[in-house]
Every structure is written in C-alpha cells, then in structure tokens.
C-alpha cells in the first residue's frame, strides 16, 4: 500500500486553514472569501453535523481544495472522500483511516512513539498537533532531529504573531490554523474579515520567503 504524496499540495498551500462549518449555508460563501483572499485550501474539520455537506459544497468551488479535518477513522475517511475530500487530516493516527485510502493523508503527531507508527506506513508528512501547546519550535526541532525525513504541517496555536517563525523554519511545509476562519466569523457572517485576514496570512508568508 501506497499512500498519495501530500508535498505537492502542502507546497502549493503554505497556509491550510482550519474551518468548523456549523451551518452549511456558511460553506460556499466562506469557500470564496478564503479564495478572494488567495487561500484556495482548506481542511473542513469532522467535527459538526454540518461537516460532509459542507465538504461537498466546498469541493465543488472551482479553484478551491478541501479536505477533511479531525478524520478519527476509516469511515469518517471514506465518508470524506465521497464527499469530494482531496486530502485527510487527523489529529493522531489509526491504521484504519489508511486502508484503501485514495488520497493524501496528514496524521497528526506529537512525540517520537507516534512517529514511528506512522513511519511503518510510509507517512513523511506529518501534522505537528498541538504544536505550540506541546512546546513549540523546540519540540519540533528535537523530533526533527531523529527523523530528518520528515516534513511538518504544524497546527494549534499558530496566528500571526508567530506564523513568520514557523513558516520560515525549514521542515515546515505549510501551517495549518483557524485564526483567519474562526467560527464566530463564520457565523456571523464577517466574509469580509476571512477575505482580509487571508490576504495578510498569505503576506507573511510571501515576506517570510515562502
Ligand atoms: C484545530 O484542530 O482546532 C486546529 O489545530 C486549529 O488550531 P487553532 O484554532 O489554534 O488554529
């Protein structure tokens, strides 16, 4: 078994945004606000009702790329691409989430145990969650250390305060975070602030030279 690449499209997205759809008449219009502000990916997390309904609503926005957020097992990842899922995300591991999957899948790690489970299937890429709770930088790079094949997409804690640090730092592909996309800017309809909280995201990035 072969899992698909997540690096060509992790390299393609600096920023992965990290969105809690409650109400799926929010999906579409927060879609196109990330993508006004030049984010075409995002990860709708697994964890509301809302959340495959709007994955398929996402998914057909043309220029965007949605995948799936907070996938606990292999049926929420089959339910997931169904729905249009071009990448799954977790924020730990179980071996059933990998079986039969089609495309990339980002588990997420936060110790060198962890590591090591995900290595036996092949998984390079890895979420570092939750990366500024679980100590930041420090802790990245001392599990970088044994593991130099590793790639990261960190998650947790991340916003523009630090997002320059972690974006700059050379295992880091991509970060991964809510603060542009916050459910409470969702749901009240505050389209404009997602557009411009993107446009300054992705900025930081440009100037952190990614
Ligand atoms: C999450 O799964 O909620 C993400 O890690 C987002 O974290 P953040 O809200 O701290 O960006």
Redesign the pocket.
Known sequence: MTLPNPMPLLEANPIVP?V?IEDVKDAVPTAQALLEGGISCAEV?FRTAAAPAALEAMAQVEGMTVGA??VLNGEQARQAVDCGAQFIVS?GFHPSIVEDLTVPFLPGIANATDIMAVLEYGVETVKF??A?PMGGLPVLNALAAPFPQLKFLP?????PKNLAEWISHPKIVSV????MVTKQMIAAGEFDAITELSRQALQMVQEAGK
């Open positions: 990290v809690v997390t957020g907070t924020p969650f939750p500024v998650t947790g804690g991340i916003g991964g975070g809510s603060w």
